[in-house]
């Protein structure tokens, strides 16, 4: 491997990185609808609970998928 595979490499892993965390922190802030967790209700508590477990199960299945295919 010479050094600009090593740098794409890495490049590559940061990158995944910080773009999951940006996708993981949208389908939050999605799940409380922009409330932050002081304001919310027990009610509002489940919703954003609820959807942050669709987003995982979404999440899995595309993993599951693309390993298929």
Do not use: Y
Request: aromatic share 2%.
């Amino acid at each position: 491997m010479n050094a600009n595979q090593i740098i794409n490499m890495v490049i590559r892993m940061v990158t995944r990185r910080l773009i999951n965390t940006g996708v993981n922190t949208g389908i939050d802030m999605v799940s409380r609808r922009g409330k932050s967790k002081e304001d919310m209700t027990p009610e509002d508590h489940a919703r954003a609970q609820q959807g942050k477990d669709i987003a995982k199960r979404a999440r899995q299945a595309r993993r599951v998928t693309r390993r298929l295919f």
